[in-house]
């Protein structure tokens, strides 16, 4: 297994809150990806990073911003977390485009 | 967004019995992969295809890309009670972004 690290793996957090969610790959691939994981929608790309400082957004990007400072690290902020963030967030590595590595997952709740 | 139309969306299966499943578009794409995702884990690779009409198996898995370049199969062979869980599919073509599947959730009966 690729070697992805998520933390933390579960919040509980309040409407209006920041919150940051890191990704932490020991492959050094050059891609990284942020997608989160609801009922009836599958995976959605929120964000992606293809090198350090290089990032872009993915379809559901409104609400979040992310950054890669290290090869290494991907994080994802909540500025303001909203209830309808709650879901569970998936970090993902590429060294080529044609295959992804998941990691395990961050269950988040807003109350 | 795009998304790939995966079926059936769920399956309960005899242990021992076969299973398919299919995943399309109506886009061209480059790759197909296939995922199993256990409860509270990851989506885990299973198999990854790259050209036209490919069939590649992985012990009792086989994925083939369709010639069309718009699907995909699954096949899982006598399947075993841990073959429970969801397979995605997902779909690249081109830049940077994957497409992905609502998945099929799979129950084997012992």
Known sequence: DAGITQSPRHKVTETGTPVTLRCHQTENHRYMYWYRQDPGHGLRLIHYSYGVKDTDKGEVSDGYSVSRSKTEDFLLTLESATSSQTSVY???????VEEQFFGPGTRLTVL | ???????????FIQEGEDVSMNCTSSSIFNT???YKQDPGEGPVLLIALYKAGELTSNGRLTAQFGITRKDSFLNISASI?????????AGH??????????????????
Do not use: R
Request: proline share 6%; glycine share 12%.
């Open chain 1, 90 to 96: 998936f970090c993902a590595i590429s060294e080529s």
């Open chain 2, 81 to 89: 009670p841990s073959d429970v869980g969801i397979y995605f599919c």
């Open chain 2, 32 to 34: 197909w992969l296939w």
């Open chain 2, 93 to 110: 073509k081109g830049g940077n972004q994957f497409y992905f599947g609502t998945g099929t959730s799979l129950t084997v009966i012992p």
């Open chain 2, 1 to 11: 967004g795009q998304q790939l139309n995966q079926s059936p969306q769920s399956m």
